[in-house]
């Protein structure tokens, strides 16, 4: 019915540049609210950055000034541009999209995940 995909990740050297995209696909009205989650080893999922349907954007303050996040809202897509990138940024990447608007339901659906490694 809805699927979110991500795609993008990758291997870069510290300082390097990666960009991260994930589209929505489906029967979908709207989208409220896409965002960034990312999870690295032995750790708890944890929020990147957020975008709302209005262009409010939240981010980590481990990323700020470093990552930007944008949406196109035609394509129900939502980018991740990362700059400067740390080892520390090492994670799988995952793509949340909250309050999906279909015929028949409001709920929330993530991405299966992109693995993002960065080199020292």
């Known amino acids: 019915q809805v699927q979110v995909v991500e795609s993008g990740g990758g291997l870069v050297q510290a300082g390097g540049s990666l960009r991260l995209s994930c589209a929505a696909s489906?029967?979908?009205?709207?989208?409220?609210?896409m965002g960034w989650y990312r999870q690295a080893p032995g750790k708890e999922r944890e929020l990147v950055a957020t975008i709302t349907s209005g262009g409010t954007t939240t981010y980590a303050d481990s990323v700020k000034g470093r990552f930007t996040i944008s949406r196109d809202h035609a394509k129900n897509t939502v980018y991740l541009q990362m700059n400067s990138l740390k080892p520390e940024d090492t994670a799988v990447y995952y793509c949340?999209?909250?309050?999906?608007?279909?015929?028949?339901?409001?709920?929330?659906?993530w991405g299966q995940g992109t693995q993002v490694t960065v080199s020292s």
């Open positions: 949340e999209a909250r309050l999906v608007r279909t015929s028949t339901s409001w709920r929330n659906y």
């Open positions: 489906g029967s979908i009205l709207s989208i409220n609210t």
